[in-house]
């Protein structure tokens, strides 16, 4: 079984950073994307960053463009998302899920299911 267990959150005064970790076990897909998600209190889930196991490309929300970095270590099934310059907008619990099997691009990644979630992650950037 699949699990992914996100970690690296936290409380932060605006304009600092954190780094975000996903492990993942009973993971051994070829083919796949992660995708790191959050969610604020009473707004809709949003996409925040993707990567593909085949893509050199990463894909960003605008909002996220030049502040966050997703990066990967497939030695260890891990995957990070560094967020510098956070501000207050970016509270939100922060989630990390996969998507199995998936050879295209990363620019489709905002579209597919993803079929594996972790619990999340609270990150709070006061103003």
């Known amino acids: 079984e699949v699990q992914l267990v996100e970690s690296g959150g936290g409380l932060v005064q605006a304009g600092g950073s954190l780094r975000l970790s996903c492990a993942a076990s009973?993971?051994?897909?070829?083919?796949?994307?992660i995708g790191w998600f959050r969610q604020a209190p009473g707004k809709e889930r949003e996409g925040v960053s993707y990567?593909?196991?085949?893509?050199?490309?990463?894909y960003y929300v605008d909002s996220v463009k030049g502040r966050f970095t997703i990066s990967s270590d497939s030695a260890k099934n891990t995957w990070y998302l560094q967020m510098n310059s956070l501000k207050p907008d970016d509270t939100a619990v922060y989630y990390c899920?996969?998507?199995?099997?998936?050879?295209?691009?990363?620019?489709?990644?905002?579209?597919?299911?993803?079929?594996?979630w972790g619990q999340g992650t609270q990150v709070t950037v006061s103003s």
């Open positions: 990567i593909t196991s085949s893509d050199t490309l990463a």
């Open positions: 009973g993971f051994s897909f070829d083919n796949y994307v």
């Open positions: 899920a996969v998507h199995r099997g998936y050879r295209g691009v990363v620019a489709a990644a905002p579209y597919l299911v993803y079929d594996y």
